[in-house]
Nanobody, 117 residues
Framework: QVQLVESGGGLVQPGGSLRLSCTVSGSIFSITTPGWYRQAPGEERELVAAITSGDTTHYLDSVKGRFTISRDNAKNTINLQMNNLKPEDTAVYYC???????????WGQGTQVVVSS
């Protein structure tokens, strides 16, 4: 059964960097259009970044130029490099993907990111 497991969250000061990783159990080729969402307290979950099988990327306007999504097929990971972090980036970040074989959307358990001085 394909699962997504996030890692790499934590506390960082404004202007700092974090790298989130999403490990796909099984093969990364069993999922399509993986991405990262985030949800701040009292807010709706929003798409932060996504990457297609052809490595086309999409970003939330507020993170363009600061965040970079990438995939490592050899390690079965989807990564989110976050630079110049701001307090408004504070949220729980979730990895997301679609599993065509079972026709279901997958979510990881979430990883907390706190940007604060």
């Amino acid at each position: 059964q394909v699962q997504l497991v996030e890692s790499g969250g934590g506390l960082v000061q404004p202007g700092g960097s974090l790298r989130l990783s999403c490990t796909v159990s099984g093969s990364i080729f069993s999922i399509t259009t993986p991405g990262w969402y985030r949800q701040a307290p009292g807010e709706e979950r929003e798409l932060v970044a996504a990457i297609t099988s052809g490595d086309t990327t999409h970003y939330l306007d507020s993170v363009k130029g600061r965040f970079t999504i990438s995939r490592d097929n050899a390690k079965n990971t989807i990564n989110l490099q976050m630079n110049n972090l701001k307090p408004e980036d504070t949220a729980v970040y979730y990895c997301n993907a679609f599993e065509p074989r079972r026709g279901r959307t997958l979510w990881g358990q979430g990883t907390q990111v706190v940007v604060s001085s």
